[in-house]
């Protein structure tokens, strides 16, 4: 594995791993009021293109990083619109 790859992995890990207290901490407090419902909208949209390009690209970085906050993300979404 190259360094490019390996730097690309680091990359998604902390930036991808940066949602998982918001997912926590929103499904112990199963409250999302105070969560922006427009920014989940907008950055799950983003990361769907992210992981499509990624996909294209056939980059691993890319598509392991944005599989992982496609999960993420779209779980905070779904907890905002049931607990929010």
Known sequence: ???ATILGL???ACTTGAFI???IKTWRTKRAD???LGMYVVITVGIFAWLAY?????????????VTGVV????ILVMKLRFG
């Open 10 to 12: 680091l990359a998604g």
């Open 21 to 23: 207290p918001q997912v």
């Open 1 to 3: 594995m190259d360094s």
């Open 34 to 36: 105070d969560l922006s």
């Open 72 to 75: 993420l993300v779209s779980s």
């Open 54 to 66: 990624g996909l294209i690209l056939h980059d691993i970085p890319i598509i392991a990083a944005n």
